[in-house]
């Protein structure tokens, strides 16, 4: 859950990476009521792939900022 949390933290503060997300999810969701467990099983998995390439470089820099 921490992890979890870390991550939506970096990602939702990435310039232009909330209403991205917004979409994202509303794909999600839009599958699941449409009885398509495949493609909410991609979009979940294209969500949470956006979200770490959205995150991570922060996540790193602000650690290589912390290590110094």
């Known amino acids: ?10 990602s939702l503060s990435a310039e232009g990476r909330h209403p991205k997300s917004l979409a994202e999810i509303t794909a999600i969701c839009d599958a699941i009521i ?7 099983r991609r979009a979940g998995e294209y969500h949470v792939a956006q979200a770490g390439r959205a995150a ?5 820099d602000d650690a290589y900022r ?3």
């Open 34 to 40: 449409g009885g398509d467990i495949e493609g909410a």
């Open 56 to 60: 991570l470089p922060r996540i790193f």
């Open 66 to 68: 912390d290590s110094k």
């Open 1 to 10: 859950h921490t992890r979890i949390r870390l991550l939506r933290r970096y």
